[in-house]
């Protein structure tokens, strides 16, 4: 019998902290107890499954504005906090696998330190040293089985590219050591969004896209505030520029070829939103209403659609860097019949319209994130910074990706899992 694949991303566990923002711990737990009662299950965690840039140490040696990174050892003290503070998600994936079930782990670009092998081999450990058969790490940066193509998606954005992501290392041209490569985002989140800021706003790394959100508080908060961020913010990129980092040739390459995502929501929105109040978009508030809560039947079988009135824009109208990604794939003559990315941390499928120029049966599937999330990018209202700690403008959907193989080909659907915890449980 064909395994039923279930595909989750971005649920950024971190250290237990105030910037730790992952809250579901019981409802992962049950999520995973949930699949592995069906008979055959693959459980495909598409990338940022850790969130090791949100994780900070007592002493880094990594420096600001540097592509260096950190060093093996440090990762691995990052892994150790992020299992201590979530023991429970690591145990429930160790009983999958010894209940006869797969999990597949899909690098993103805020856990590409499971590249490390020290890093691979402990949180293999921790979960109960799996055989190849149940455990596999996509090495290529994507997993691809017959129709079935998956990766994270940072490789095509300027600011979350790696110049080698299946070899994320650079050797420092002082001390020979060998050191994690940092994406320009990553380098941007543990300079200006890890210390004080969010110390004092803990919901600054629930709101995207960053720079807006930076903006946002550059308006509204005191002159301290402005002075010191906009000093701080002005540092950064006169010392390391728009992304990608200048010193990545290749990166760099690809983004005057036009192959990278440089604004990620436009340069005209990034501009407009310079010049007045953000505006909030609570994407899908109305349309996950839709999403049906039931896992897919086992049997291979046609299900009564219960997302009839999941209507979003058709894939052959989206112009993000993800879509565009995904019909390339779509269209390719690679056979491949459903991709699934996560990375922007917004949800959406196709699965009401899989039909792309003529081909049937072609789905594309943006998992989402498990975390709260708020996007000021579109016209609902009008927000100010302080506004941003109101809980009730923040969404926490737990989306996931349904993926089987039947009688006639791939279907693949996007649902929820129903929470089990509250939309934010911080600690102090």
Same mark, same amino acid.
């Given at each position: 019998m064909a395994r039923t694949r279930f595909v989750i991303s971005d649920l950024h566990l971190g250290a237990g902290d105030h910037l730790d923002e992952f809250n579901q711990d019981a409802t992962f737990r049950s999520f995973v107890e949930t699949i592995g009662e069906r008979r055959h299950s693959e459980l495909i965690i598409d990338g940022d499954f850790l969130d090791f840039v949100a994780v900070n140490l007592d002493r880094s040696s990594a420096k600001p504005f540097s592509r260096l990174g950190c060093t093996e050892e440090e990762s691995l003290a990052k892994l150790e906090r992020i299992m201590e503070a979530h023991r429970d998600c690591f145990a429930a994936l160790r009983r999958f696998m010894e209940s006869g079930h797969r999990l597949v782990l899909v690098p993103g670009n805020h856990d590409v330190d499971l590249f490390w092998p020290r890093v691979r081999e402990r949180l293999l450990e921790e979960l109960g040293l799996p055989d190849s058969e149940h455990f596999?790490?996509?090495?290529? !940066?994507?997993?691809?089985?017959?129709?079935?193509?998956v990766e994270h998606g940072n490789q095509y954005y300027a600011d979350s590219a790696f110049e080698n992501f299946t070899h994320p290392f650079l050797r420092d041209p002082k001390s020979g050591e060998l050191r994690l490569e940092r994406s320009w985002s990553n380098c941007f989140l543990e300079y200006f969004a890890n210390g004080m800021m969010s110390e004092r706003n803990p919901f600054i790394n629930n709101v995207r896209p960053i720079p807006n959100m930076v903006f946002l508080g550059?308006?509204?908060?005191?002159?301290?505030?402005?002075a010191a961020y906009g000093f701080k913010l002005a540092r950064f990129m006169a010392k390391v520029g728009f992304p990608p980092f200048r010193e990545s040739r290749e990166l760099q390459r690809k983004r005057r070829e036009g192959r990278l995502d440089t604004w990620g929501y436009s340069l005209k929105r990034a501009l407009g939103f310079m010049t007045?109040?953000?505006? %909030? +978009? %609570?994407? !899908?508030?109305?349309?996950? +209403?839709?999403?049906s809560h039931r896992l897919p039947a086992e049997e291979a079988v046609e299900e009564e659609r219960e997302s009839e009135d999941l209507h979003l824009d058709p894939l052959?109208?989206? +112009?993000?860097?993800?879509?565009?990604?995904? *019909?390339?794939?779509?269209?390719?003559?690679?056979?491949?019949?459903?991709?699934?990315? !996560?990375?922007?941390? *917004?949800?959406y499928s196709n699965e009401m319209q899989p039909v792309l120029e003529g081909r049937k049966g072609k789905y594309y599937i943006n998992t989402g994130t498990w975390i709260p999330m708020l996007f000021l990018t579109r016209t609902r209202r009008q927000? *100010?910074? *302080?506004?941003?700690?109101?809980?009730?403008?923040?969404?926490?959907?737990?989306?996931?990706?349904? %993926?089987?193989?039947g009688l006639h080909g791939y279907t693949a659907s996007l649902r929820r899992f129903p929470s089990q915890a509250p939309l934010r449980e911080r600690a102090d």
């Open positions: 596999h790490f996509a090495y290529t !940066g994507f997993y691809r089985d017959g129709g079935l193509y550059i308006q509204d908060e005191s002159w301290w505030f402005k007045g109040r953000a505006r %909030v +978009e %609570v994407q !899908g508030l109305q349309e996950a +209403e839709m999403l052959a109208t989206r +112009e993000d860097a993800l879509s565009v990604a995904a *019909r390339d794939l779509l269209l390719s003559d690679q056979g491949i019949d459903v991709v699934v990315f !996560g990375h922007d941390h *917004r949800y927000l *100010r910074w *302080r506004d941003l700690a109101d809980q009730s403008l923040y969404q926490q959907l737990l989306t996931y990706a349904a %993926v089987k193989k």
